[in-house]
């Protein structure tokens, strides 16, 4: 084998060089039948139009045929130049040192749970309503998850009850803005300055806001975004992106893919496998790899997530607006100065006094008119899980009563992208006329 000059760094699986003998970056390449499998899932044909789809779907075949013999089909697959201009182009839209492109956001909050040094009997601090992505690493190792109660009007963590929980064991806090709604972080870096703790942002509904002129996910020490299919924008179904202003982000290549390490090999072999070094010592790192093609389908979608937050932004003004002058009625809360929300999720309250009703009556009767609402988060000390593993719920019940309240009584998430002006304006009357018949107490 040629040598590789000094200081190049070649990857050994793929980058064969001159050799005349190469080894293929894929096992089976795809053909031009796989392709076309490809696009018939991407773009399915719509029911009722089936001669046209076909006589089309023929035209695309012979025109990626064509391609394909005037060119060649994809060969590097996996952690290639793609998945590296995605992380470079996310850096510079976040203004962030490091990005990592992963399987999803929940890999991000793994790698940076064990860049903390997280451990058996250490707290995390998280909000009492998030997906349980957020927590499912700590509960794996047996780190205690704190449940802190949230703040009314934006349904995010409270520092004041963060504050309240922290103890000596505490090494953590999580804040989720949740729907895309930037939690209040100040206080919350305050607390771990004060407190020597580490802040991660699950910002897995957060890519685009800001928070005091600050983007969300690059404020604490790390951040994870998620491009799963429902969000603003999406890597094929899945990915993640992970961040870091810190020097531990020096080290995220090794932290996606086994501790691989192509900078260093060992006699007679051509790399070497290192453990990654955390704030608290060395760690294990696990298989995280998202793929080329996500990369390209997530960075196609860069360049338009401010449009797409700005059609959102403008359909949940629409609502606020029409809800304005309805008593128990509140509104998403929206953008003010240099925080500015990605309105993933339209957050919609009632106040159970004023309407004589509370939020289940009202989400039966959006349902009555084809309203469907965003199953939202629920509570996580009500899912069985917590209880399975030794957990106090009913204690951690009452230390969250503005979440219970929040959510038994007053909140849900309506849908408000992808929709046509009609159909905002039935959204807006639907609820309207809900509120008005709960009022005056027609069944
Ligand atoms: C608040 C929150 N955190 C984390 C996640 C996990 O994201 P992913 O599916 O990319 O792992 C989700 C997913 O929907 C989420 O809603």
Redesign the pocket.
Known sequence: MKREKKGQISDFRYATGTARIGWPAVGEPLRLDDVMRIVEFLVPAAPGRPAAYRRNLAKVRRAIGGLAEAGSLATKLTLGNRVKELEQAVEKYLDVRHALFLT????G?EIAYKMAGLAPGDEVIVPAI??I??IVYPLSIGAKVVLADLDPQTVNIDPADVARKITPRTRMIVP?H?GGWPVDMAPIMRLARQHGLIVLE?A??GFGGSYRGRRLGTIGHFGAY???E??NINALG???ILVTNTKFGQQFGKSRFVGLDLSKKIPNWLYDVVAIDGMRGPFVAGNHSATEIQAVALKSQLHRVDEIIAVRRAAARELNHRFRHVPGLRGTPMDHGTTRGTHHLYQLQIDPQVVGADIQDLKDKLTERGVTQIPH?GPLYKFQILRQLGYDTAAIESSCPVCEDLFNHRFTHLPIYGLSAEQIRYLGDAVIESVSELRRGTA
């Open positions: 999803n956001a929940t890999a909050f998030t997906f992505a957020t989720v949740i699950d897995a509904h998620s491009f799963h429902v969000k899945e990915g993640g988060f």
